[in-house]
């Protein structure tokens, strides 16, 4: 099992940035697959970013591709998402998530996830 923590999020204006962090306890981090997902109000949650259990194979939503970079650091047990050039559309409450399955985009395939923290985008 892994536990996931997010941080780092909070108010910005447009065309800001933030960069989210994921804690994550447990000593098989490095086997799981992550990936970032946000919900907005009445909204269904959505795809914002995966990362393989490596490094090496990444993905990202066309609404925050060139904006958005997610990185991991296994020695850390860490996850990153660094958010460049954000929107309003961007807010959202995202969300941290981990699968030991295959790597996927779909957040039905996750099995662990943080609490959530809020970015709010102002105009």
């Known amino acids: 099992q892994v536990q996931l923590v997010e941080s780092g999020g909070g108010l910005v204006q447009a065309g800001g940035s933030l960069r989210l962090s994921c804690a994550a306890s447990?000593?098989?981090?490095?086997?799981?697959?992550m990936g970032w997902f946000r919900q907005a109000p009445g909204k269904d949650r959505a795809f914002v970013a995966a990362?393989?259990?490596?490094?090496?194979?990444?993905n990202y939503a066309d609404s925050v591709k060139g904006r958005f970079t997610i990185s991991r650091d296994n020695a850390k047990n860490a996850v990153y998402l660094q958010m460049n050039s954000l929107k309003p559309e961007d807010t959202a409450v995202y969300y941290c998530?981990?699968?030991?399955?295959?790597?996927?985009?779909?957040?039905?395939?996750?099995?662990?996830w943080g609490q959530g923290t809020q970015i709010t985008v102002s105009s």
């Open positions: 998530a981990a699968t030991a399955s295959y790597y996927d985009t779909n957040y039905r395939s996750y099995n662990y």
């Open positions: 447990g000593r098989t981090f490095s086997s799981y697959n």
């Open positions: 990362i393989n259990w490596s490094g090496g194979r990444i």
